[in-house]
């Protein structure tokens, strides 16, 4: 991330500007902003949901089973190292991660989500 000092805008690594807040009015834009985002990040995880379910669908009619600890460690593995990346704590993107995908295994394991 990084800060012009021209105009107290953070830019991070997509490019992506947020103001740094100064007065009320910012803060209100900061805000709209983060409800924004996480509006696309539920809509994320229910894009995720739906292609797990296709996965589920796909491992049942290959007579595979729902549990796969070395995809899970391979998921998990692969976040933390981006989130390394992007200087974002590690700990918090693997517990997220554990969640998402121990809810898509019981979605799988009950074929509807």
Same mark, same amino acid.
């Given at each position: 991330m990084s800060r012009s000092p021209a105009d107290g805008a953070v830019s991070d690594a997509e490019g992506t &500007?947020? /103001?740094a807040a100064t007065g009320p009015a910012d803060l209100d834009v900061l805000r709209r902003q983060? @409800? &924004? @985002?996480? /509006?696309e990040l539920v809509e994320i995880l229910g894009a995720r949901r739906e292609l797990v379910l296709a996965i589920g669908r796909a491992k049942t009619e290959l007579g595979m089973q729902v549990l796969d600890p070395a995809r899970e460690a391979l998921v998990i593995r692969r976040a933390s190292e981006i989130a390394r990346e992007r200087g974002i704590?590690? &700990?918090?993107v693997r517990d997220v991660l554990w969640r998402v995908i121990a809810s898509a295994r019981a979605a799988q394991e009950k074929g509807t989500g």
């Open positions: &500007e947020a /103001r983060v @409800t &924004e @985002t996480d /509006r704590d590690q &700990e918090m």
